[in-house]
C-alpha cells in the first residue's frame, strides 16, 4: 500500500519561508513521480510542482517557478518543497500526491493523474 505523509506546514509572515516534507513508501516499482499539489478556500486543487523518481527531472507550474524547489532523498525515501519568499496567495493545503511518471509532462497537471494522495498540510501566510 502506498503511504504519502506530509509534514513541515505552518504560519509565516510574507517574504518567509517553509519547506514541506512527503514521505513515501509502498511503491512496488521505482518509475513513479511525486507531487506537490495546493487548494486554498474556496478554490479548486491546483498542481505546484512534481518530480520524477528515477532521474529527479522537476517541473514546476508557473505559480512556484522562482521561489519554490522540489527534491527528493532517495535514502530516506522523502521529497521535500523548500518554499521561498512566500506570499499570503500561496496560503493553502499542501498535498503530496504520488503516481506513474511519464515523458508526456502535461499529464502531471492533470489531478486525475495522480492515484495516491497524502492527508494534507496547511500552510498560511500573513501580510
Known amino acids: 500500500e502506498v503511504q504519502l505523509v506530509e509534514s513541515g506546514g505552518g504560519a509565516v509572515q510574507a517574504g518567509g519561508s517553509l519547506r514541506l516534507s512527503c514521505r513515501v513508501s509502498?511503491?512496488?516499482?521505482?518509475?513513479?513521480?511525486i507531487a506537490w499539489w495546493r487548494q486554498a478556500p474556496g478554490k479548486e486543487r491546483e498542481g505546484v510542482s512534481y518530480?520524477?523518481?528515477?532521474?529527479?527531472?522537476?517541473i514546476y507550474e508557473d505559480s512556484a517557478k522562482g521561489r519554490f524547489t522540489i527534491s527528493r532523498d532517495s535514502s530516506t525515501n522523502t521529497v521535500y518543497l523548500q518554499m521561498n519568499s512566500l506570499k499570503p496567495d500561496d496560503t493553502a493545503v499542501y498535498y503530496c500526491?504520488?503516481?506513474?511518471?511519464?515523458?508526456?509532462?502535461?499529464?502531471?497537471?492533470?489531478?486525475?493523474?495522480?492515484?495516491?494522495w497524502g492527508q494534507g498540510t496547511q500552510v498560511t501566510v500573513s501580510p
Open positions: 500526491a504520488g503516481g506513474v511518471s511519464t515523458t508526456t509532462i502535461h499529464y502531471y497537471s492533470l489531478e486525475d493523474w495522480w492515484d495516491h
Open positions: 509502498g511503491f512496488t516499482y521505482d518509475h513513479y513521480a
Open positions: 518530480i520524477n523518481n528515477r532521474d529527479a527531472r522537476a
